[in-house]
């Protein structure tokens, strides 16, 4: 059911966006915002972020009394949409849109799984687009003791961790229909690790915390890399996601202060409980 987006009170002339986040890279950690902020923002969004930007908004309130942070989420938001149109200040997002401002604040690297039996521990990205789109049905071709059918899990198309996914493998619209679809990485885990040809990707935090709890499956090496937080980071694992906040042309101070506190030192340990943060 789609919601509608308030506007809330707090909106005023913006002051220039910081040049820490202007001129922010992939690896880099802008300080804290200043004392002094307050108001009411908006933020909006659609995938599976929507936790950990929650954590993220009220530990913002509590370091900065006189802030007010609403979420509002929901799959069938056109986010960069309904910032553009003055519906929300702050915008989560899996691209960067003209117009607006992107900043990035983490990365979301995404693993292949399959069941704990499976023979295969290790595929190309070639060989993963393969078996995404259909041409590669059974695992005797990626392994001489592999048998059976591949049976295809897909995540939902309106996930951004989808998007990410089939953008990172150029197999963009190419999984076929008849994949299974499954929107919960519980559930996704479960029919991994309880069926032998499945095979499905989660993202990367998800994935190792299945892991070391015991579930039944495995992260599969690419291009023989291992899946981790360094790797990911460092461009070598070559699956994954940028996770953008996205500001309009004038935003308020408080929307520029909780993009700077989103890529501090105190945010990026927040980020980092759901995916990998820029910086160590």
């Known amino acids: 059911m789609s919601a509608v987006v308030k506007r809330l009170p707090g909106r005023g002339p913006a002051g220039p966006l910081s040049l820490c986040l202007l001129l922010a890279a992939p690896t880099s950690v802008c300080p804290a915002p200043p004392a002094g902020v307050t108001g009411a923002i908006t933020v909006i969004g659609t995938g599976p972020e929507r936790r950990v930007i929650e954590r993220l908004a009220r530990a913002f309130e509590k370091a900065y009394l006189g802030t007010a942070i609403e979420i509002r989420w929901n799959r069938n938001f056109h986010a960069a949409q309904m910032l553009q149109a003055g519906e929300a200040d702050v ?117 190792l915390d299945a892991t070391e709890y ?46 700077r506190f989103a890529v501090s030192r105190e945010g990026q340990r927040i980020l980092q409980e759901s995916f990998t943060p820029l910086s160590p």
């Open 91 to 207: 915008a989560v997002s899996a691209q960067e849109y003209p117009g607006l401002t992107a900043t990035q604040i983490a990365w979301d690297g995404i693993a292949v799984i399959v069941n704990f039996t499976n023979p295969v521990t290790e595929v190309t990205s070639q060989q993963v687009a393969q078996l995404f789109s259909g041409r590669i049905a059974n695992w005797s071709a990626l392994h001489e003791r592999g048998a059976g059918n591949v049976e295809l899990i897909r995540r939902p198309a309106d996930q951004h961790l989808n998007e990410g996914f089939e953008r990172a493998l150029g197999i963009n619209g190419q999984i076929p229909k008849a994949a299974t679809v499954i929107r919960s990485d519980q559930r996704v885990l479960r029919r991994v690790s309880g069926r032998i040809g499945a095979v499905s990707y989660l993202s990367l935090r998800a994935a």
């Open 214 to 259: 015991g579930t039944p499956i495995k992260i599969l090496l690419i291009d023989g890399v291992e899946a981790g937080h360094p790797t990911v980071r460092n461009g070598q694992y070559p699956l994954r996601r940028p996770v953008f906040l996205l500001l309009g042309k004038q935003p308020i101070p408080v929307a520029e202060a909780f993009v």
